[in-house]
């Protein structure tokens, strides 16, 4: 069934949607859940939550593209999920890759955080439109999906230090950008 199809029998309030778009995109959000929480009990609850999410936004909403909508959503839920379990331990898999872009991002207050987060989604996107395909893949694999250099290794075939090297080079390429944008610093 395609995406159209199933955002369809959300429309028609039709139970399948949720059947289908579990058989059609369960795995792909149960990995982008498991790379943020790394528990499998979570997993199954973020995959819940994301499908509840779903029948509740569809209607009004049309989402183009459905799978982006959908890793967005589970990504949101399960990051919510990791601050909730966390608020007073650490979660190395999820901290150690954000901390890896610290040096990238501005600290900023509370009060200026959502204007900030909105002004660096945009300066990012434009700077991943611009840098070579492979660099855009691995950044969004270890940023955006979470996933280890181990896991990135494996999957791609690239070596972990191949890999280090883009991602560092890619991190540093990206400051420069957002100081330049006046983003940073």
């Not at 049309?62 to 379990?85: D, E, G, Q, T, W």
């Not at 600290?107 to 002004?119: C, I, K, N, R, Y």
Request: aromatic content about 12%; overall charge neutral.
């Amino acid at each position: 069934m395609n995406d159209t199809q199933i955002i369809e029998l959300y429309f028609c309030r039709s139970e399948e949607a949720i059947s289908e778009t579990s058989k059609k995109y369960g795995k792909m959000t149960r990995s982008v859940a498991f790379h943020i929480l790394r528990d499998e009990e979570d997993v199954d609850e973020c995959e819940s939550d994301t499908y509840l999410a779903l029948w509740n936004t569809i209607p009004p909403t049309r989402p183009n593209p459905f799978v982006a909508y959908i890793c967005k959503l589970c990504r949101n839920i399960s990051i919510k999920k990791y601050r909730y379990k966390t608020a007073e331990k650490r979660n190395a898999f999820y901290d150690v890759s954000l901390g890896e872009l610290e040096d990238c991002l501005m600290g900023q207050s509370d009060s200026q955080q959502e204007l900030e987060a909105q002004e660096s989604r945009k300066l990012i996107n434009a700077f991943l439109a611009k840098v070579k395909k492979i660099d855009r893949v691995l950044f969004i694999k270890r940023y955006w999906f979470n996933m280890s250099i181990d896991e990135i290794s494996k999957e791609t075939g690239l070596t972990k230090n191949y890999i280090n090297v883009h991602l560092h080079r890619t991190k540093t390429r990206l400051k420069d950008y957002l100081n330049e944008e006046g983003f940073y610093g």
